[in-house]
T-cell receptor, first 118, second 111 residues
Framework: DARVTQTPRHKVTEMGQEVTMRCQPI?????VFWYRQTMMQGLELLAY????????DSGMPKDRFSAEMPDATLATLKIQPSEPRDSAVYFC????????????????FGSGTQLSVL | GQQLNQSPQSMFIQEGEDVSMNCTSS?????WLWYKQDPGEGPVLLIA?????ELTSNGRLTAQFGITRKDSFLNISASIPSDVGIYFC???????????FGTGTSLTVIP
């Protein structure tokens, strides 16, 4: 089965360090989402790409977070410098967006990166 | 961002019982998705709905797209221990870019 692949699965780091999370979307999908999940806030959208172009990153703290898609098979989420409050599970999800008003849009999630910032 | 109201927040049921949960929104959606999340894993897509009134099944799971397009429902029949997990709904309008997620329903099945 095709699946979204995220690395690393777990990351423990010290405050102030840079963290890079990677995502390989399902082949052929043209949308990529980054979500953060915490007990308090649930699933929060951080960034959204369509056809590798960033369409929405309003949910992302701009001063320390950055998201990119250097090519269609790789999306990255970077935190620099990391802080303890960034501790959470970060999910990447991919889907197909054939056009406005089209049916059959679905979203598939990776297994997540559990980040702990000490 | 917008969050969908999902209820109940948690459920404790006996094995074999049926389960019902729902999700409501203040906005009209054109797509409803239902997910199950196990501990340490990402949400797994269970059912996708695209038309008001649509009823779709996946094994013992049945989901409905509410006719007002502001709600959706998920039913699980004859629950078993492996149904344990957190169930999320997600909705999206055709004019929007993102899916909005419910707060989740935690299901515990007592053998």
């Amino acid at each position: 089965d095709a699946r979204v692949t995220q690395t690393p699965r777990h990351k423990v780091t010290e405050m102030g360090q840079e963290v890079t999370m990677r995502c390989q979307p399902i082949l052929g999908h043209n949308t990529v989402f980054w979500y953060r999940q915490t007990m308090m806030q649930g699933l929060e959208l951080l960034a959204y790409f369509r056809n590798r172009a960033p369409l929405d990153d309003s949910g992302m703290p701009k001063d320390r977070f950055s998201a990119e898609m250097p090519d269609a098979t790789l999306a990255t989420l970077k935190i620099q410098p990391s802080e303890p409050r960034d501790s959470a599970v970060y999910f990447c999800a991919s889907g197909s967006h054939p056009g406005q008003g089209s049916r059959n849009e679905k979203l598939f999630f990776g297994s997540g990166t559990q980040l702990s910032v000490l | 961002g917008q969050q969908l109201n999902q209820s109940p927040q948690s459920m404790f049921i006996q094995e074999g019982e049926d389960v019902s949960m729902n999700c409501t929104s203040s906005s009209i959606f054109n797509t409803w998705l239902w997910y199950k999340q196990d501990p340490g894993e990402g949400p797994v897509l269970l059912i996708a709905l695209y038309k008001a009134g649509e009823l779709t099944s996946n094994g013992r799971l049945t989901a409905q797209f509410g006719i007002t397009r502001k709600d959706s429902f998920l039913n699980i029949s004859a629950s078993i221990p492996s149904d344990v997990g957190i169930y999320f709904c997600a909705g999206k309008s055709n004019t929007g870019n993102q899916f909005y997620f419910g707060t989740g329903t935690s299901l515990t099945v007592i053998p």
